[in-house]
């Protein structure tokens, strides 16, 4: 495998091989943000919250689109009134019934999986918010059950070009935040999206194609998890949704392996990998030297850590031990503390760095970042063989 780090400093190539423009779509995940802010479903949001808080809030969704309920659950935290659930599909947990929200996201709006949770919480009278795309099979079935609630996402980007569910994260998640303001579990709701929106355009001046290696977080970044197999480990609620987004990231963007592990429990099962063959260095572990000469990855652990600012002290005495081990066993790391005050703010700095790094990871292989699992077998793709004779409509 040839991984060119010298195309990282060569923009117009790496424009060129972004054929669907992943770089640009993620660098307006700041712009998704505030067109849910000012959306006019905004109303609806209101509605469901004078139906009185429910038992609980399940998020349910698949692939790309599953991401949105673990930020919600890391957002609301620990602390919240009522218990936020990511589960995935097809079947809804046995308790689900009246007194619960389910929420369906489904970025396409026809994810197979997503339309039968959907179908399942309207037969057991739970109340229903479907989140995707406008004039999909998920948006007709919300429409046509009463009681049931639909906000449509666009899937365009700003460039007008249709979006992955894993370029959606923001857009899809801006609104359930909104939600839990309006039901009490997130204070400044709002307020903290907004800053949310902010951080993510300094993370796109910041890691823009244009921007060197040098000075570049994202691209420095992305040359670390390509020297080797990156243990990906974080701390803290919004940590761990970090760490499993650049995992699922890696995989989907770049075809590239990872484990993945959150602090503390990481180290109870994954510390022996510090001490085992992966983490040995290689005679030819040099990093000065030419990878396009390298036949396939250096397989020498790169350790990433992703830190949430608001870690329990016993995590935080975890994490900072294993920035010692590695130090006196040789294993290259990097570690990032989230900034920023409001949690999604801290979560949206975290996010934005690993975004961008799993798509020049991408580029960097000269493998374009947008292909699918659909592309590999239709059957691992998210049509729902009920409207398979319809066109996909953004």
Same mark, same amino acid.
């Given at each position: ?23 640009? !779509?993620?660098?307006?995940a700041g712009a998704a943000i505030r067109a849910a802010l000012d959306s006019e479903s ?11 808080? /429910? ?8 692939? +790309? !689109? ?9 957002? %609301? ?6 218990? $936020?659930?990511?589960?995935? +599909?097809?079947?809804?947990? @046995?308790?689900? +019934?009246?007194? *619960? ?50 906000? /449509? ?5 700003? &460039? ?10 923001? %857009?899809?998640?801006? /609104? ?10 997130? =204070? ?19 890691? +823009?194609?244009?921007?060197? !290696? ?13 020297? @080797? ?12 949704? %970090? ?11 770049? *075809?590239?392996?990872?484990? $993945?592990?959150?602090?503390?429990? =990481?180290?109870?099962?994954? =510390? ?12 030819? *572990? ?17 350790? &990433? ?12 005495a975890i994490a900072e031990a294993v920035v010692q081990t590695c130090e006196r066993v =040789? ?6 503390? %989230?900034?920023? @005050? ?23 292989q000269r493998r374009d970042p947008s292909r699918s699992a659909g592309d590999l077998d ?10 398979? *004779? ?5």
């Open positions: 495998m040839s991984l060119e780090d010298s195309l990282l400093d060569e923009p117009e190539e790496l424009v060129r091989i972004d054929a669907d423009r992943m770089l640009a !779509s993620t660098a307006g905004a109303e609806i949001l209101s509605v469901l919250a004078g139906q009185g808080r /429910p038992r609980s809030l399940c998020v349910v969704g698949a692939g +790309g !689109s599953s991401a949105p309920g673990e930020v919600l659950a890391a957002v %609301a935290g620990r602390g919240s009134p009522l218990p $936020v659930f990511a589960i995935g +599909g097809p079947t809804l947990p @046995g308790w689900v +019934g009246p007194m *619960d929200l389910v929420v369906a996201v489904s970025a396409s709006g026809r994810t197979p999986e997503i339309l039968t949770v959907a179908t399942e919480a309207q037969r057991r009278g739970s109340s229903v918010l479907g989140l995707g795309a406008a004039d999909s099979p998920l948006h007709e079935m919300c429409a046509s059950a009463r009681g049931v609630w639909f906000w /449509p996402v666009s899937r365009l980007s700003v &460039m007008q070009d249709v979006q992955k569910a894993r370029s959606l994260l923001w %857009a899809l998640s801006a /609104p359930l935040i909104l939600l839990a303001g309006e039901l009490g579990l997130v =204070a400044h709701a709002r307020h903290g999206l907004a800053g949310a929106a902010n951080t993510l355009d300094e993370r796109a001046l910041a890691c +823009g194609v244009e921007v060197p !290696s040098t000075d570049n977080p994202a691209k420095a970044l992305s040359m670390h998890l390509t020297s @080797g197999l990156p243990l990906v480990w974080g701390s803290g609620d919004l940590g761990a949704v %970090a760490a499993r987004r650049l995992g699922r990231q890696l995989a989907e963007n770049a *075809d590239w392996p990872s484990v $993945v592990g959150v602090l503390p429990e =990481a180290v109870r099962t994954h =510390a022996g990998l510090l001490a085992g063959p992966w983490a040995q260095r290689s005679p030819q *572990d040099d990093l000065f030297r030419d990878r396009t000469l390298d036949e396939q990855p250096q397989p020498r652990l790169r350790v &990433m850590l992703l830190r949430d600012a608001s870690e329990h002290p016993d995590t935080s =040789a294993v290259p790391y990097e570690s990032v503390m %989230a900034h920023g @005050g409001h949690a999604i703010e801290q979560l949206a700095d975290l996010v934005g760095l690993v975004d961008f790094a799993s798509v020049y990871t991408a580029l960097m239709p059957r691992f793709g998210h049509r729902d063989p009920r409207f398979a *004779d319809q066109r996909d409509r953004p």
